[in-house]
């Protein structure tokens, strides 16, 4: 038996491509070779996964994506504000030596002058289109002239000034002006402020340049806090940061302790700065304890935020006084009560009644 004639014969047909060029093609599926098939196969699984990864893509966006909008923060302008007459605008580009670093005020008819082009009309225009308006210009005379342009002063803006300074309000202002120097312009703080302000801007003006500074949940606002003793102290004078139009700079009131009772001067105290404050602390501000107090029965009268109540806690003075327990701390809008002692009391009836008859028959014998 001639085992040539049970071999399977592949056989090829030619199949004439465009421009003279052929291909030699097999002709079923049957036929063609395992290295062949092997590599189709690996192909058409290739071709699935891809498109398996494309759809679930477009299924699932990006993690980015999907929680919100993220602002890009610094401190260059936005592209919403619409520059005017007054503004001043540092333009600079490679071949503009003679501007480049120099300030250039926009004049009241809302037209900078630019080398080579002239004037040129910008009021009513954003940063981005001042950019390209002068690209178009200066192309006639320079090859990719590359503007870049920055608002380094703007014209009159207003800022808000809200809270516990003297004289709140909106302010107009115009040019370079920092948290210190709004804050003057509001009349100074009062005493009662706290030294934390928070300061509210819009992201147009880009995000507030301090370290702590957050969005807000719409994502539209950029929110920081600044501590007013460490710029005051010089301990962080970089946080006195240049205000924008429309900021809002609010000036919360200080937390207070309150001192009622037994002591020489009753009433509250500003924590300022400080979070906390001892007992012995609130003491000292209320300038100590009368004769009929009774230091061992004194209460703190604490605020329950979820009860909108106060509850009582137990606090040994005299022990603190003479170092056998620690000293108490107290938090913002605590109450100290030191209560009177009647046998104290009925002592000094006693004592005040036979000072007044001693002193009443002292008079009565001076001739």
Not at 76 to 97: F, H, K, M, V
Not at 111 to 127: E, K, Q, R, Y
Not at 253 to 262: D, L, N, Q, S
Request: with cysteine; glycine share 8%.
């Amino acid at each position: 038996m001639n085992m040539e004639h049970n071999r399977p014969t592949l056989i090829y047909r030619r199949q004439e491509m465009p421009q003279g060029f052929s291909k030699s093609i097999i002709s079923t599926p049957s036929e063609r070779p395992a290295w062949l098939v092997f590599n189709l196969r690996i192909m058409a699984l290739g071709l699935a996964g891809a498109f398996l990864i494309a759809g679930a893509a477009a299924q699932n966006p990006p993690a980015s994506a999907s929680n919100g909008q993220t602002a890009k923060c610094d401190n260059q302008i936005r592209s919403t504000y619409l520059l005017g007459p007054d503004d001043q605008l540092d333009i600079s580009a490679p071949e503009l030596t003679d501007v480049n670093n120099k300030p250039v005020r926009i004049d009241g008819q809302g037209d900078i002058a630019v080398p080579l082009a002239g004037s040129v009309h910008v009021a009513g225009l954003t940063v981005q289109q001042t950019e390209q308006q002068l690209d178009k210009v200066l192309s006639k005379y320079i090859r990719h002239p590359q503007v870049v342009v920055n608002v380094t002063e703007v014209r009159s803006q207003p800022v808000s000034v809200l809270g516990a300074v003297n004289s709140p309000g909106v302010h107009q202002v115009q040019g370079h002006k920092t948290v210190m120097e709004m804050l003057a312009m509001a009349g100074g703080i009062r005493q009662d402020a706290g030294y934390s302000i928070r300061i509210t801007r819009q992201l147009e003006w880009g995000c507030i340049p301090l370290p702590g500074a957050q969005l807000d949940p719409s994502g539209k606002f950029s929110v920081a806090e600044v501590n007013l003793r460490k710029i005051m102290d010089a301990k962080a004078p970089e946080e006195n940061i240049q205000i924008f139009p429309h900021d809002v700079i609010s000036v919360p009131k200080a937390e207070m302790v309150y001192v009622i009772g037994e002591v020489h001067r009753s009433g509250g105290f500003v924590l300022g700065e400080h979070k906390s404050i001892s007992v012995l602390q609130a003491l000292s501000l209320a300038e100590g304890l009368n004769t009929g107090a009774d230091p061992r029965h004194a209460k703190i009268l604490r605020l329950n935020a979820s009860a909108d109540q106060r509850e009582e806690l137990k606090v040994d003075v005299k022990d603190a006084l003479n170092g056998k327990k620690p000293d108490t701390p107290m938090q913002g809008e605590d109450i100290l009560f030191i209560p009177g002692s009647t046998g104290k009391k009925a002592a000094l009836r006693g004592l005040e009644a036979a000072i007044q008859t001693g002193t009443g028959l002292a008079v009565w014998r001076i001739p």
